[in-house]
């Protein structure tokens, strides 16, 4: 199935892929999709399909008319879409995306006291398997997310941690990035943690230290004035 986007009227309609009863921000809840390569990475949450189609919307920042391409339902799945070879923009805005990211996350690390960086919020409400509740422990998540989940699930190895975060995060940015570049296009692998390919770890990628991030500055500015 390939991504459809065309004019109706004046407004683009962009194809989404929707999971349902999926583990994201929350238990059985919904995440909407968009695989154009200006929206790579881009995905709406909720607590159903149109709560998740409204959030994407909103992360889109634009007027645009989303047209439901694709459903699964269950946790890591694969849409058929994901199923394709990756293209080299799909790989290309990966990486950029990549690289822009990570500095941002150091550097609000830097900027936060080891009071900030260990202060949990008793408000704030996670998944249930989810235990990264500061923000040391979502930058420690952020570099597990990579080596030691979503590149593991395709068969690409299990890199250990280091012991220091900064550390942490620089080499888990280099690993992944050489990976990036060099792993097959049409990788499909299915197992205890469901069905990874090459383009669901890409747009993985491209949206997990994004969300992240944004969470994160939500955490210190709350941290900072509590």
């Given at each position: 199935m390939v991504p459809l986007k065309e004019e109706r009227g004046t407004l683009p309609i962009?194809?989404?892929?929707v999971e349902n009863d999926a583990g994201m921000a929350a238990d059985h809840s919904s995440a909407a999709w968009a695989f154009d390569p200006e929206f790579w990475g881009s995905c709406g949450q909720g607590d159903d399909e149109a709560s998740a189609l409204l959030d994407l919307q909103r992360t889109l920042g634009r007027d645009a008319q989303l047209a439901v391409a694709e459903r699964v339902h269950g946790d890591e799945r694969a849409f058929a879409r994901d199923r394709l070879p990756c293209t080299q923009d799909e790989r290309r805005v990966t990486l950029a995306i990549l690289d822009a990211i990570r500095p941002q996350t150091i550097a609000l690390?830097?900027?936060?006291?080891?009071?900030?960086?260990?202060w949990d919020d008793p408000e704030r409400?996670?998944?249930?398997?989810?235990?990264?509740?500061?923000?040391?422990?979502?930058?420690?998540?952020?570099?597990?997310t990579e080596g030691r989940y979503y590149l593991p699930s395709l068969g690409l190895g299990y890199r250990e941690r280091v012991p220091g975060l900064m550390d942490e995060l620089r080499l888990s940015r280099d690993?992944?990035?050489?990976?990036?570049?060099?792993?097959p296009s049409d990788l499909v692998t299915e197992g205890e943690r469901g069905v990874w390919t090459t383009v669901k770890v890409l747009r993985r990628l491209a949206w997990h230290e994004r969300g992240e991030?944004?969470?994160?500055?939500?955490?210190?500015?709350?941290?900072?004035?509590?």
């Open positions: 962009v194809s989404v892929y690390l830097r900027a936060c006291s080891d009071a900030e960086l260990d409400v996670l998944p249930s398997y989810a235990g990264w509740r500061t923000l040391r422990q979502m930058a420690w998540h952020v570099a597990d690993h992944t990035r050489q990976l990036v570049e060099t792993m991030l944004a969470v994160m500055r939500g955490m210190l500015a709350k941290a900072r004035v509590r």
